[in-house]
């Protein structure tokens, strides 16, 4: 067993993880861990991390896993989990035979709450969140990521109150490398990735089950104001958690998600390609969360929530068991 230091490990190397992994690489940090399916490894491999558009990157990393069980013994001090968030039930368990002490899990994710998730599976005081406000696509053939887009900066906090130095040494790490982030408290990151999903519920879902792309989404004057009716619907369910976000909050949505681009994003590319998407972590989480009060309308995330898991249904990745209880039931607080 060896006891070789490994700064950096990144479990997933989709695009968000490709990226990630890149800006690493790029900054001459070439003693970093990813670890993907054979699949993408074997092309990681061949052809290296290669990013194009926003950033131009084009390099190999160090070390290469197809199994997150064979960073046992491997002495990683930040591992940066960049998989679907529909991932963790799976991964979550893994992520606790090879934790240690000194390891830092930082869910690199969307949706609301993965930082809970694998604070069930190792000390939450060594569980962190980033909130990745960069996007782009990745041809899934040749493994070339494009990076789409980039509003900086990325924030990133402890899941628990504690002291915010070890933090912050992280987000300024990230910010070295091309990834400006700024460290936050355990209570903010939460309002953060929260507002987040706001803006994640208000096109991925959309957009993936009408094919069009964001650009397409908002350029038309029915889907734009679908967008924005998401939008209404997710902030006021912020508001009832405690989360204001400033008076022009939705104005400000708007001009977040107008910047998205003419293309898909990740959800119409799982749909397309029979997987399981991140639903329940997005519009889902909006839904549930609403079920905690009385008089929230979130019909329109329902609808969509419904109309996501509905696919996934007849591709055959989800059973039509297992559609959550606040879709399934009129009761509030049902589940």
């Not at 950096?8 to 992994?21: H, K, P, Q, R, S």
């Not at 993936?208 to 209404?232: C, I, N, Q, V």
């Not at 997710?234 to 910047?259: N, P, R, S």
Request: glycine content about 8%.
């Amino acid at each position: 067993m060896t006891s070789e230091e490994i700064p950096v490990a990144i479990v997933g190397a989709g695009t968000v993880g490709t990226l990630l992994a890149g800006h690493f690489l790029r900054a001459g940090h070439e003693n970093i861990a990813v670890v993907d399916v054979p699949a993408r490894i074997e092309q990681i491999r061949q052809k290296g991390i290669r990013v194009s558009q926003h950033t131009s990157i084009d390099a190999r990393p160090k070390h290469l896993f197809t199994d997150v069980a064979q960073l046992a013994g491997l002495n990683v001090r930040t591992l940066f989990v960049a998989t679907k968030s529909n991932h963790l039930e799976t991964l979550a368990p893994e992520l606790k035979k090879v934790h240690h002490p000194g390891m830092i899990v930082v869910s690199f994710q969307n949706g609301i709450g993965t930082e809970g998730y694998i604070a069930n599976f190792i000390d939450p005081a060594k569980v962190a969140r980033v909130t990745v406000n960069f996007a782009g696509s990745r041809d899934e053939d040749a493994g070339d990521v494009s990076m789409s887009w980039f509003h900086p900066p990325n924030f990133l906090g402890p899941h628990t109150e504690q002291d915010l130095a070890p933090f912050e040494q992280l987000a300024g790490l990230l910010s070295d490398v091309g990834l400006e982030t700024r460290a936050v408290s355990h209570l903010e990151i939460k309002r953060q990735a929260f507002y987040k999903t706001v803006l994640n519920a208000a096109l991925n879902a959309l957009c993936a089950t009408s094919s069009l792309t964001m650009a397409e989404a908002m350029g038309m004057k029915h889907t734009r104001d679908l967008a924005r009716h998401l939008l209404r619907e997710a902030l006021t369910v912020a508001a009832h958690v405690g989360y204001h976000y400033g008076e022009d909050a939705l104005d400000q949505c708007m001009g977040y998600i107008d910047k998205g681009g003419d293309h898909y994003p990740s959800m119409w590319y799982d749909l397309q390609a029979k997987r399981r998407t991140e639903i329940d972590f997005i519009n889902g989480k909006i839904v549930k969360v609403a079920m905690m009060f009385t008089h929230v309308d979130v019909g329109l995330n329902r609808f969509f929530c419904t109309q996501v898991m509905t696919e996934e249904i007849r591709s055959g990745v989800r059973s039509a068991d297992d559609v959550p209880n606040y879709l399934a039931c009129k009761v509030r607080l049902c589940y």
